[in-house]
């Protein structure tokens, strides 16, 4: 981070954050997600010279949005509320019936407790949670709260159903809601895909704060993300196997490009069979709908630890939600409604998000990781998910490969450990250098669009991780740079990598000069050049040039192939 060096050579550009970034050295400027950042330079197209809060330094152009004046629509309002309009979506959820038949369960088991109560259902849709209260119990009024112009037809249904002496229909936002007071009970229908979807949990929390009485009764209590390792065999044939012999031909050069547009992205209503459910199930991130507060929402984590219970292709993880509601009274029973594969099927099904590449796993492996649901700062319907995750493996045998010289310190060996028929591989070095683990990540993002595509507002992310199944040769690529051992590029540059459709194994950064195989015909004058002789002279594009453009001309990028020959038993 430095001082202004007067680079207010162009009027500056206000952006906004998509994502955090932490400054490697003191050129760089650290930044969170949802700051307001002015950008004074983008003369490159990767880095920008941008001020927060008075001071200065680089940031990621791919981190950040333009925040444009007149950019109102940040709800994406306009479509949403287009859609709830008409009867397609409302065909889908009134003909769910585990659903449906749950919040009537809610309201008929809890018949005797609403008597004479306050009730809000918000975002009624065609009122029938409203209707429900209205016919199965006697509450003193239901307010039914409708902000798309499906409220007007919600109105006749109400009189063709003669609650029109109970039920009362208000078409507006939660936000701008005026009611004649405050209710009892606050009922609503507001889950989406992996549960947050659509956010519409944020106007049931800001209506909470301010019609709910105190000590009321929220209706879900409380909902639950889970997840669970699984094998996807149909997916993966579909959509990957599928290219290789199609009619006899071979297709095998378009699984590179089926893997970017089919796995990179969650898979929406996909029926998981328990079956294939490699271990037991675990709820990774509770919400209690009494305490959540809507910053909560901003980015919500979860742990996972996950016992393999039985040998499998781990193909991804597939997730689900369930939404728990509590009894009016002190001892009454609570209902659940689980949206999981092992209940009945509802409109949200499961999501499948798949690996890059199948891992096979064995019987008493443990999948261990954490999943994030990072909102999106701008599109504010919109959110990321992350799932990093390794395999501990705990099988005996083993085979170890020692080879000597890799890295440029005399003092260290990089031991190459390969568990038997396992996809990774996990390198260590004795002098604590930098060395890629077996982490892997997988990022997908989710919009509001029908059908749901990855949000292209949101910053660049690494694709999944390929882990491929080892061939008998296994390219080692060895990145070594010539700088200081504060070489705030590396994360970016390992990242890059990872995005490669080669068969990655080891990455190794360290702070020192390591000569290479071949030497370069041709000396580069600039890091730029040296990138495209690197293009030419290895396997066509294998970096992205863009990644070097903020290289100085004195820190020289080196690449080394190994080629390592495993005999495998």
Not at 456 to 463: G, V, Y
Request: proline share 5%.
């Amino acid at each position: 981070m430095l001082e202004n060096e007067n680079s207010e050579s162009h009027e500056a550009k206000e952006y906004v954050g998509l994502a955090d970034f932490v400054a490697e050295g003191d050129e760089q400027l650290s930044f969170s997600v949802g700051d307001k950042l002015k950008v004074h330079d983008m003369s490159s197209d990767v880095w920008w010279w941008a001020e927060l809060q008075g001071h200065f330094g680089y940031v990621p152009s791919s981190f950040l949005h333009q925040t444009a004046e007149g950019e109102e629509d940040a709800w994406q309002d306009d479509e949403y509320f287009g859609n709830y309009g008409t009867l397609r979506l409302h065909l889908e959820m009134l003909s769910d019936k585990p659903r449906t038949e749950t919040y009537r369960q809610v309201i008929l088991s809890n018949s005797a407790a609403l008597r004479g109560k306050v009730v809000m259902d918000l975002g009624c849709g065609t009122g029938v949670i409203s209707l429900f209260c209205a016919r199965l119990a006697q509450p003193a009024t239901v307010y039914a709260v409708e902000a798309s112009s499906m409220a007007k037809h919600t109105e006749e249904l109400v009189r063709q159903n003669g609650c029109e002496g109970v039920v009362t229909v208000f078409q507006d936002r939660a936000e701008n809601l005026t009611l004649p007071g405050k209710v009892d009970v606050l009922v609503s229908e507001w889950m989406g895909n992996c549960l947050l979807f659509e956010y519409m949990v944020e106007s049931v929390l800001l209506a909470r704060d301010r019609w709910l009485k105190e000590g009321g009764m929220m209706w879900p209590s409380s909902a639950c993300l889970t997840v669970v390792p699984c094998q996807a065999f149909s997916d993966y044939r579909q959509k990957m196997e599928f290219w290789e012999k199609p009619y006899g031909l071979d297709f095998s050069y378009l699984q590179s490009l089926a893997q970017k547009e089919f796995l990179s992205k969650p898979t929406f209503s996909h029926h998981l069979l328990p079956e294939d459910c490699l271990s037991t199930p675990a709820d990774v991130i509770t919400l209690d709908m009494v305490t959540i507060q809507v910053s909560d929402l901003e980015r919500l984590n979860g742990g996972f630890s996950f016992n393999v219970e039985k040998s499998g292709i781990f193909h991804g993880f597939t997730v689900w939600f369930s939404a728990h509601f509590q009894s009016l009274e002190e001892d009454g029973p609570s209902l659940e409604l689980n949206t999981g594969p092992f209940s009945e099927i509802t409109h949200w099904k499961q999501t499948l998000f798949m690996l890059d590449a199948p891992v096979t796993v064995e019987e008493g492996d443990i999948i261990v990781g954490s999943i994030c649901l990072q909102r999106n700062p701008v599109w504010r319907r919109h959110l990321s998910i992350t799932f990093s995750w390794n395999i501990n493996n705990t099988d005996d045998k083993k085979i170890v490969v020692w080879s000597p010289g890799v890295c440029s310190c005399l003092s260290c060996l990089l031991y190459l450990l390969w568990i038997s028929r396992r996809c990774f591989l996990l390198p260590v070095c004795s002098c604590g250098l930098s060395f890629w683990n077996s982490s892997f990540i997988t990022s997908t993002t989710l919009t509001s669009r029908t059908p749901l595509t990855t949000d292209h507002h949101s910053p660049r992310t690494p694709s999944p991780i390929k882990v491929p199944v080892l061939p008998s040769l296994l390219l080692l690529i060895c990145l070594v740079i010539s700088c200081t051992s504060d070489f705030i590029w590396r994360e970016a540059l390992l990242k890059e990598i990872i995005n490669l459709q080669l068969h990655p194994v080891v990455f190794s950064v360290t702070p020192r000069f390591l000569t290479y195989d071949e030497e370069l015909t041709e000396q580069p004058s600039s890091l730029r050049q040296c990138s495209r002789l690197l293009h030419a002279k290895f396997l066509g594009p294998i970096i992205n040039t863009s990644v070097f453009s903020k290289f100085s001309s004195k820190k020289l990028l080196v690449i080394q192939f190994f080629y390592i020959d495993y005999a495998f038993s």
